[in-house]
């Protein structure tokens, strides 16, 4: 580990809270009413609790675990699209978020202004994004679309489109959720060689992912997470050997 490269992200005692939502008999909520409303009819469970981590500039890390284990939602509270209920997150340079298939693009936009709006959201001025647009439309090999709305197009066009304005940003932090999954081989591939250019760069990579092949090529360190906790912190060799084992 490139211990004395600066921290990027450093998250402490993080928590994030999402209520349960139970399906009540009438008596049990007319019991709450009667009694004055006292306690909370919602129930709430931790999806993270209390998860402190400091990623360094340059790192390939890999959060793993089962499903529901709370990965997600961490890349959620490290891009910003999600707040913490509890603890703190401090990053440090420009962030591009792949994390959901076609969030960020307006459905009724056509491709080539949705490059445009998700370009200037991830912080690019407009001049910047007519010097990279076609090579962003290149990227995504789906020029034939490119001014068809985006409603119409499959999640793998989706992705193809997301990936390149991503990395066109020249993001210090580059965030992958799952997504690449949707992509077909060869553009999973294709992105993967980019992430791994991108890399070599310096730049820092976390990925979330069940593909444990990739993730054991793509990342040197592996974070398990369990219930919402982090269980191991270290060699990615050594996670992905617990989450088969
Ligand atoms: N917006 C939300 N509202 C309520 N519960 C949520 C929300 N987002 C996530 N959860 C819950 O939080 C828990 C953790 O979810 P998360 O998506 O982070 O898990 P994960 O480790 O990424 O799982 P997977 O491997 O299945 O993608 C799950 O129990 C999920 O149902």
Redesign the pocket.
Known sequence: MPSTEPVVIRIGGVAKR??LRHTRSMKEAFVWLIKGRKGDLSEK?N?LDGVDLEIREGERVALL??????????LKLISGVMHPDGGEIKTRGRIAGLIEVGAGFHPDLTGRDNVYLNGAILGMTKAEIDASFQSIVDFSEIEQFIDTEVKFYSSGMYLRLAFAVAVHTDPEIFLVD?ILAVGDEPFQKKCIRKIKELSEKGKTLVV?S?DLDMVARLCERGVV?EK?RVVQDGDIRDAVHRLRG
């Open positions: 999402f209520v469970f999806a675990g089962l499903n529901g284990s709370g990965k997600s939602t961490l799952e979330v069940h997470l919402g």
